[in-house]
Protein backbone atom coordinates (compact mmCIF):
# COMPACT_ATOMS: atom_id res chain seq x y z
CA UNK A 1 0.00 0.00 0.00
CA UNK A 2 1.37 3.45 -1.34
CA UNK A 3 1.70 6.32 1.63
CA UNK A 4 0.36 9.50 0.68
CA UNK A 5 3.16 11.88 0.49
CA UNK A 6 2.67 15.90 1.45
CA UNK A 7 3.02 16.60 -2.19
CA UNK A 8 0.02 14.84 -2.90
CA UNK A 9 -2.15 16.23 0.26
CA UNK A 10 -0.41 19.91 -0.88
CA UNK A 11 -1.87 19.31 -4.27
CA UNK A 12 -4.71 18.01 -2.95
CA UNK A 13 -5.43 20.92 -1.13
CA UNK A 14 -4.53 23.18 -3.69
CA UNK A 15 -7.29 21.96 -6.12
CA UNK A 16 -9.97 22.22 -3.49
CA UNK A 17 -8.68 25.67 -2.49
CA UNK A 18 -9.18 26.77 -6.22
CA UNK A 19 -12.31 25.39 -6.74
CA UNK A 20 -14.16 26.42 -3.82
CA UNK A 21 -12.41 30.28 -4.52
CA UNK A 22 -13.47 29.91 -8.47
CA UNK A 23 -16.62 28.65 -7.07
CA UNK A 24 -17.23 32.12 -5.29
CA UNK A 25 -16.38 34.65 -8.51
CA UNK A 26 -19.31 35.20 -9.27
CA UNK A 27 -20.85 36.19 -5.63
CA UNK A 28 -18.71 39.84 -5.57
CA UNK A 29 -20.13 40.20 -9.17
CA UNK A 30 -23.39 40.17 -7.90
CA UNK A 31 -23.16 42.20 -5.09
CA UNK A 32 -21.75 44.47 -7.12
CA UNK A 33 -23.96 44.39 -9.74
CA UNK A 34 -26.65 44.85 -7.07
CA UNK A 35 -25.30 47.52 -5.66
CA UNK A 36 -25.21 49.73 -9.05
CA UNK A 37 -21.26 49.76 -9.48
CA UNK A 38 -20.99 47.54 -12.37
CA UNK A 39 -23.95 46.11 -15.01
CA UNK A 40 -22.64 42.34 -14.96
CA UNK A 41 -25.93 40.20 -14.87
CA UNK A 42 -28.71 43.08 -15.39
CA UNK A 43 -29.87 43.00 -11.62
CA UNK A 44 -32.35 46.18 -10.96
CA UNK A 45 -32.13 47.21 -7.13
CA UNK A 46 -35.52 48.48 -7.59
CA UNK A 47 -36.68 51.18 -4.66
CA UNK A 48 -34.13 49.34 -2.46
CA UNK A 49 -33.04 51.88 0.33
CA UNK A 50 -29.53 53.38 -0.74
CA UNK A 51 -28.03 52.79 2.71
CA UNK A 52 -28.25 48.96 1.72
CA UNK A 53 -27.26 49.78 -1.69
CA UNK A 54 -23.89 51.07 -0.26
CA UNK A 55 -23.65 48.23 2.30
CA UNK A 56 -24.35 45.27 -0.02
CA UNK A 57 -21.23 47.54 -2.37
CA UNK A 58 -18.98 47.44 0.54
CA UNK A 59 -19.23 44.07 0.98
CA UNK A 60 -19.10 43.12 -2.71
CA UNK A 61 -15.22 44.95 -2.39
CA UNK A 62 -14.88 42.84 0.20
CA UNK A 63 -15.73 40.07 -1.00
CA UNK A 64 -12.96 40.48 -3.85
CA UNK A 65 -10.31 40.93 -1.08
CA UNK A 66 -11.80 37.29 0.44
CA UNK A 67 -11.10 35.69 -3.01
CA UNK A 68 -7.76 37.29 -3.28
CA UNK A 69 -6.54 36.05 0.49
CA UNK A 70 -8.08 32.38 -1.32
CA UNK A 71 -6.22 32.45 -4.40
CA UNK A 72 -2.91 33.49 -2.31
CA UNK A 73 -3.67 30.70 -0.26
CA UNK A 74 -3.83 28.37 -3.09
CA UNK A 75 -0.30 30.07 -4.21
CA UNK A 76 1.18 29.36 -0.78
CA UNK A 77 0.14 25.89 -0.52
CA UNK A 78 1.51 24.99 -3.77
CA UNK A 79 4.47 26.38 -2.68
CA UNK A 80 4.69 24.47 0.65
CA UNK A 81 4.40 27.27 2.98
CA UNK A 82 3.72 26.71 6.05
CA UNK A 83 1.33 29.30 6.68
CA UNK A 84 -0.76 28.38 3.94
CA UNK A 85 -3.04 26.49 6.30
CA UNK A 86 -4.08 29.36 7.87
CA UNK A 87 -4.82 31.95 5.19
CA UNK A 88 -6.91 28.97 4.02
CA UNK A 89 -9.16 29.27 7.14
CA UNK A 90 -8.95 32.59 7.22
CA UNK A 91 -10.38 33.19 4.05
CA UNK A 92 -12.98 30.72 4.73
CA UNK A 93 -14.54 32.41 7.71
CA UNK A 94 -14.32 35.64 6.21
CA UNK A 95 -16.29 34.77 3.09
CA UNK A 96 -19.11 34.13 5.66
CA UNK A 97 -18.63 37.58 6.73
CA UNK A 98 -19.14 39.45 3.22
CA UNK A 99 -21.29 37.11 1.88
CA UNK A 100 -23.16 34.62 4.33
CA UNK A 101 -25.40 32.68 2.28
CA UNK A 102 -24.23 32.20 -1.07
CA UNK A 103 -20.03 31.51 0.81
CA UNK A 104 -21.46 28.70 2.50
CA UNK A 105 -20.24 26.16 -0.50
CA UNK A 106 -17.28 27.84 -1.51
CA UNK A 107 -16.04 27.90 2.40
CA UNK A 108 -16.83 24.23 3.26
CA UNK A 109 -14.55 23.61 0.38
CA UNK A 110 -11.81 25.50 1.46
CA UNK A 111 -11.58 24.78 4.86
CA UNK A 112 -11.92 21.10 3.41
CA UNK A 113 -8.88 22.50 1.65
CA UNK A 114 -7.30 23.71 4.99
CA UNK A 115 -7.65 20.28 6.93
CA UNK A 116 -6.23 18.02 4.10
CA UNK A 117 -3.40 20.31 5.09
CA UNK A 118 -3.62 19.45 8.48
CA UNK A 119 -0.57 17.87 9.80
CA UNK A 120 -1.14 13.94 9.87
CA UNK A 121 -0.56 11.83 13.36
CA UNK A 122 2.41 9.68 13.54
CA UNK A 123 1.63 5.91 13.60
CA UNK A 124 3.70 3.45 14.09
CA UNK A 125 6.68 2.90 16.44
CA UNK A 126 7.84 6.03 18.03
CA UNK A 127 4.46 7.55 18.23
CA UNK A 128 3.25 9.63 20.98
CA UNK A 129 -0.61 8.87 22.10
CA UNK A 130 -3.11 6.79 20.95
CA UNK A 131 -2.85 5.22 18.14
Do not use: C, E, K, Y
Request: charged letters at 10%; glycine letters at 12%; aromatic letters at 4%.
Amino acid sequence: MRRRSHDDDRLAAAALAALGAASALPIPLAQLDFAGAINVFGIDAGDTPRALLVIVGIAGFMTIGVLALAFAGVALTLAGFDHARGVLIASALAGLVTAMPLWVPAGIVIGAAAVVLAPRAMTGPGAVGPT
